[in-house]
């Protein structure tokens, strides 16, 4: 296999992330995510392994429907208290020069004219080392957050993101034309105002008039990664994403799925590896199998069933209070004889299963096709057969502990990956955009919708000029 495998390291700022109830472990200092040096000690760690970029997760709510309430999210820690994704970047930024960072941020609940001010300013300030994951949110706490009984409809928040996406390429891509800002000391103009336009947007979902209040940044688009399985995230991702993570059950279900993708990116007349395709994965590495295995007995050990009940949601059973021997299939029928229509999800369960069977499968850490445990030469293995037979251009690892995770990938697993020819030994590109597709490639690809936008065109701006030189 020749292609180098691209890692980004899983993150969120909060204690539980999604490896629920680990924070206990005496060496985890998820603990101190509030504090700004643990950021920048993350980030010096990752420049020095080489990775791609830090992916911040994100939620715009709690996770309040297990048992009705929010309580036991709290006590397990399951992704509150959590702290906005964005305001870290440039404490990080600051003590880097190549690493990347994604971050997550949802269309559906804010406007887009501040969001896309916000991207701008981060990816002048990294030097054009942002990439923005883009999700539409679907916890029904969110939508209750923002002023709204109950969640927008899932193909409509998918609505909402394509016009969304519309108008933010309008702002970055032909609100300023590049040479808008001369400096021109002599004649005491700063930027020239005919090469500055508004956009006029006038949508379903938004209005805005513009200009973009931030000058071309050296992406102008910050990079675009995006999640979704269902249908209507599959056509979104393949319209829009540069970056999506995949889902899957199995191998083959992976397999499928990024070809799947690469498809309909060919069909909106993009190339088909103008989309990167991820997935996560989890590593425990040791020097020998047995370090391995023992670091994840231990971890095995602290992972809690509630903090994943909680964050799975929706259940509405507390599995926790039955005897471990119980039959899922006894806890339906007498969920259903009760009148309550709450039941467990078989998505997730097998009703033949038993309460422990059930437990110990949602606890247990070595689940799923992209976990590896043992040696640096057998998790290379395995993640270099994950690529080989998926497609896959890379993962995002996920934290058992930290810093503990990327420390250990960083020391046993990257060198072997490394002598294989499957991970970088330096750092060549100077954007997040290059580090994905190549140097040369800081900017969306002319194939991508967002790049019909340049020089102002296609606003779509009728009886009123297109720049700011006139009376408007």
Same mark, same amino acid.
């Given at each position: 296999?020749?292609?180098?495998?691209?890692?980004?390291?899983?993150?969120?700022?909060?204690?539980?992330?999604?490896?629920?109830?680990?924070?206990?472990?005496? =060496?985890?200092?998820?603990? @101190?995510?509030?504090?700004?040096?643990?950021? $920048?000690?993350?980030?010096?760690?990752?420049?020095?392994?080489?990775?791609?970029?830090?992916?911040?997760?994100?939620?715009?709510?709690?996770?309040? #429907?297990?048992?009705?309430?929010?309580?036991?999210?709290?006590?397990?820690?399951?992704?509150?208290?959590?702290?906005?994704?964005?305001?870290?970047?440039?404490?990080?930024?600051?003590?880097?020069?190549?690493?990347?960072?994604?971050?997550?941020?949802?269309?559906?609940?804010?406007?887009?004219?501040?969001?896309?001010?916000?991207?701008? #300013?981060?990816?002048?300030?990294?030097?054009?080392?942002?990439?923005?994951?883009? %999700? #539409?949110?679907?916890?029904?706490?969110?939508?209750?957050?923002?002023?709204?009984?109950?969640?927008?409809?899932?193909?409509?928040?998918?609505?909402?993101?394509?016009?969304?996406?519309? %108008?933010?390429?309008?702002?970055?891509?032909?609100?300023?034309?590049?040479?808008?800002?001369i400096q021109d000391r002599v004649s005491r103009v700063y930027?020239?105002?005919?090469?500055?336009?508004?956009?006029?947007?006038?949508?379903?979902?938004?209005?805005?008039?513009?200009?973009?209040?931030?000058?071309?940044s050296p992406q102008r688009t910050p990079v675009l990664f995006?999640?979704?399985?269902?249908?209507?995230?599959?056509?979104?991702?393949?319209?829009?994403?540069?970056?999506?993570?995949?889902?899957?059950?199995?191998?083959?279900?992976?397999?499928?799925?990024?070809?799947?993708?690469?498809?309909?990116?060919?069909?909106?007349?993009?190339?088909?590896?103008?989309?990167?395709?991820?997935?996560?994965?989890?590593?425990?590495?040791?020097?020998? /199998?047995?370090?391995?295995?023992?670091?994840?007995?231990?971890?095995?050990?602290?992972? /809690?069933?509630?903090?994943?009940?909680?964050?799975?949601?929706?259940?509405? %059973?507390?599995?926790?209070?039955?005897?471990?021997?119980?039959?899922?299939?006894?806890?339906?029928?007498?969920?259903?004889?009760?009148?309550?229509?709450?039941?467990?999800?078989?998505?997730?369960?097998?009703? =033949?299963?038993?309460?422990?069977?059930?437990?110990?499968?949602? $606890?247990?850490?070595? /689940?799923?096709?992209?976990?590896?445990?043992?040696?640096?030469?057998?998790?290379?293995?395995?993640?270099?057969?994950?690529?080989?037979?998926?497609?896959?251009?890379?993962?995002?690892?996920?934290?058992?502990?930290?810093?503990?995770?990327? =420390?250990?990938?960083?020391?046993?697993?990257?060198?072997?990956?490394?002598?294989?020819?499957?991970? @970088?030994?330096?750092?060549?590109?100077?954007?997040?955009?290059?580090?994905?597709?190549?140097?040369?490639?800081?900017?969306?690809?002319?194939?991508?919708?967002?790049?019909?936008?340049?020089?102002?065109?296609?606003?779509?701006?009728?009886?009123?000029?297109?720049?700011?030189?006139?009376?408007?």
């Open positions: 296999m020749s292609k180098q495998i691209g890692f980004n390291l899983f993150e969120m700022n909060c204690v539980g992330h999604i490896s629920h109830g680990l924070w206990v472990h005496p =060496e985890n200092t998820r603990h @101190r995510f509030n504090e700004i040096e643990f950021w $920048t000690e993350e980030a010096k760690l990752l420049e020095e392994g080489l990775f791609d970029a830090v992916f911040l997760a994100d939620v715009i709510g709690a996770y309040d #429907t297990y048992l009705d309430s929010v309580d036991t999210s709290l006590r397990e820690s399951v992704q509150i208290p959590t702290n906005d994704p964005l305001l870290v970047i440039p404490a990080m930024a600051a003590v880097t020069k190549h690493l990347g960072f994604a971050a997550t941020f949802s269309t559906t609940y804010e406007p887009p004219f501040a969001f896309a001010r916000r991207a701008s #300013t981060l990816d002048h300030l990294t030097k054009g080392r942002f990439g923005w994951n883009i %999700v #539409t949110s679907y916890l029904p706490n969110a939508a209750r957050n923002f002023g709204l009984a109950e969640e927008i409809e899932h193909d409509t928040r998918y609505e909402i993101a394509d016009e969304f996406l519309d %108008v933010v390429y309008k702002l970055w891509e032909g609100s300023w034309d590049e040479d808008a800002v930027t020239d105002p005919s090469k500055v336009r508004y956009i006029e947007h006038v949508g379903e979902h938004f209005a805005v008039a513009g200009p973009h209040l931030v000058q071309p995006q999640a979704g399985s269902s249908d209507a995230g599959r056509a979104f991702a393949a319209k829009h994403a540069e970056a999506i993570f995949v889902g899957g059950w199995d191998i083959e279900s992976y397999r499928r799925n990024v070809a799947d993708v690469r498809r309909r990116a060919v069909e909106n007349g993009r190339d088909a590896h103008d989309v990167k395709a991820y997935a996560m994965a989890a590593v425990v590495v040791g020097r020998t /199998r047995e370090a391995a295995e023992r670091k994840l007995e231990q971890l095995n050990a602290l992972s /809690r069933a509630e903090g994943y009940l909680a964050h799975l949601g929706g259940i509405g %059973v507390d599995l926790a209070s039955y005897p471990r021997s119980t039959k899922l299939s006894e806890i339906v029928a007498k969920e259903r004889s009760a009148g309550r229509d709450k039941s467990v999800r078989s998505r997730f369960f097998d009703s =033949e299963q038993t309460v422990g069977e059930a437990l110990d499968r949602l $606890t247990r850490l070595d /689940r799923g096709p992209f976990f590896a445990v043992g040696t640096p030469t057998e998790v290379a293995d395995a993640i270099e057969g994950w690529v080989r037979d998926t497609d896959l251009d890379g993962f995002n690892l996920q934290q058992l502990l930290t810093p503990g995770t990327a =420390e250990d990938f960083i020391e046993l697993v990257v060198p072997e990956l490394q002598r294989r020819g499957l991970y @970088r030994t330096r750092y060549e590109e100077s954007t997040l955009r290059e580090r994905l597709f190549g140097k040369g490639r800081s900017r969306l690809p002319g194939t991508h919708p967002g790049a019909r936008y340049r020089g102002g065109a296609n606003l779509g701006i009728e009886d009123v000029p297109t720049d700011l030189a006139g009376a408007r």
